[in-house]
């Protein structure tokens, strides 16, 4: 899960995209970068850290030019945390293609190896989308003729993409004197959005992984990139637009809207606040029939994004609805940081029980979700510190039993508290006096509730169903030795909580 933004306007973009990624931060905090181009040269810095933290004025200065695209990185297994796996990539080859992904490429390790082997490109980082920028510079390369660039040679290369690559991928990128192309995968995994603003001076587009990243910077929402769907938009601002999959069908990935995405999104015709009201509404029903005769004095959310839920939970079950617990809005979001020790120890940092609100009370708290169950843990003892009676845990949504292999990082096992255990051995562990998660089919109609053109979800990590289809046991076995490699790594940069001097990448490079 990242952030992605790509912009042509009629004038200077560095500050529209530096607040544009700004509106997407939730979506990674691990690193940041920005390109532009500028007549036939490009422009590119991308380091280490929170959006805020990487650039200074003096980066934002050699950032010129009227188009450019940027992303916030959240690091997923297997991939190193460091400057270098930063976005946007870059190649000179053919025309110069600057780019950035958000997803998570599945058969990653066969198309490195074909590379080597077949397309004769170096990969340099460890980086799945390196290797997709290579794959679409290379099919770029056999659909180009002569020495222009026309935007069926584009969209050709696109094809080209989705007959090769697996995995889910909503990509960005700027071919260097030509203008800006975006595309999403065939089951539209991840989502896209297309957003409008007219000037005096003519048309100015940009699309962004959230619809909020277009309203903020008061561009008119257009539409969503439909899966399988390649859009290229001139540095003139025409748009071209082709369906370049065979099969595409939309199923994106409902942990968007149950953790990942802000709640004043609309993600495929879904706003995401209206969506977990509804999750809150499907919830309530399930607690009444699992917990009768359970005496709850008052529901409490965890914030931020469990708020809807809640609210909803009370109303349904007629019960007060308090806040409890007071936000520490200046450290991250646990889900997302690296490092479980990280995890943990933040989670305290983050969020304070107030006693006033606990002290005697049965009390039900609301999260949207449970992953490695370490959050909800943490969160139960503070409430039981803090003077509850007696703490039951909602979930709204289902068990998290599988990995995800999409682009989350949830990709193991037996870093999942839900898996291979009952909803009562899992309430044993946290320390809850009860649990009642959310149904899958609620979770999914609850969805639907608010558009109901749409029926298909990426649900694997609830449902263990994988839409591309060539995810194996022996797949999921290798991802998670890649992962336990990791820990020792990651271990070692948590245990003074500090990050070493953050590295930087900065670029300059002309195509005259």
Avoid at 262 to 279: F, H, I, T
Wanted: hydrophobic content about 40%; overall charge neutral; proline content about 5%.
């Amino acid at each position: 899960m990242c952030g992605i933004v790509g912009v042509i306007s009629q004038s200077p973009i560095n500050q529209l995209i530096y607040d544009s990624l700004l509106l997407l931060q939730h979506r990674g905090q691990d690193a940041a970068g920005i390109a532009t181009v500028n007549g036939s040269t490009f422009h590119m810095y991308k380091a280490n850290g929170m959006v805020r933290d990487v650039f200074r004025t003096r980066n934002m200065r050699s950032l010129l030019g009227n188009c450019g695209i940027g992303q916030v990185r959240y690091p997923t297994a297997g991939s190193a945390s460091n400057a270098e796996e930063a976005q946007p990539f870059y190649v000179n080859a053919p025309f110069g293609i600057i780019f950035a992904h958000n997803g998570n490429i599945t058969n990653c390790e066969r198309l490195k190896d074909e590379m080597f082997r077949i397309d004769r490109r170096h990969i340099n980082t460890s980086s799945d989308s390196e290797v997709l920028l290579n794959v679409f510079a290379h099919e770029l390369q056999l659909s180009t003729t002569g020495f222009s660039l026309e935007p069926n040679a584009i969209f050709k290369a696109v094809s080209g993409v989705y007959r090769r690559v697996k995995g889910s991928y909503a990509i960005v990128a700027l071919i260097a004197g030509y203008g800006l192309l975006a595309f999403r995968d065939p089951y539209g995994i991840r989502p896209l959005a297309i957003g409008k603003h007219e000037t005096k001076q003519g048309s100015e587009w940009m699309i962004a992984s959230e619809s909020v990243a277009l309203e903020g910077n008061v561009f008119k929402f257009v539409r969503d990139v439909a899966p399988g769907e390649a859009v290229f938009i001139s540095m003139d601002g025409m748009m071209h637009t082709r369906q370049c999959a065979k099969h595409p069908s939309l199923n994106p990935c409902i942990f968007e809207l149950v953790y990942l995405a802000r709640p004043d999104s609309v993600l495929d015709g879904v706003p995401v606040y209206n969506a977990r009201l509804r999750m809150g509404d499907y919830l309530a029903k399930k607690i009444k029939r699992t917990l009768p005769d359970t005496q709850i004095d008052v529901v409490m959310p965890i914030p931020d994004s469990s708020r809807p839920a809640a609210m909803q939970v009370a109303k349904k079950l007629m019960i007060e609805y308090r806040e409890g617990f007071f936000k520490n809005r200046y450290v991250g979001r646990t889900f997302i940081m690296p490092g479980q020790a990280v995890r943990k120890r933040s989670v305290r940092q983050k969020l304070n029980a107030m006693a006033v609100e606990f002290k005697g009370r049965n009390v039900l708290i609301v999260d949207d979700s449970i992953v490695r169950g370490t959050t909800s843990q943490e969160i139960i003892q503070m409430a039981r510190d803090a003077g509850a009676n007696k703490v039951i845990f909602a979930s709204a949504a289902p068990p998290v039993r599988f990995p995800n292999v999409y682009g989350i990082d949830m990709p193991t096992r037996s870093e999942l508290v839900a898996y291979g255990r009952t909803d009562q051995e899992v309430a044993q562990i946290i320390g809850a006096d009860a649990l009642v998660y959310q149904d899958v089919e609620d979770m999914k109609q609850a969805v639907r509730d608010t558009n109901p053109e749409l029926w298909n979800f990426e649900a694997s990590c609830f449902d263990g169903h994988y839409i591309t289809g060539d995810v194996t046991a022996e797949y999921l076995d290798k991802i998670e030795q890649i992962r336990f490699n990791l820990i020792p790594q990651q271990l070692e940069g948590n245990i003074t909580g500090e990050r070493n001097d953050r590295p930087q990448f900065h670029l300059n490079l002309s195509f005259e």
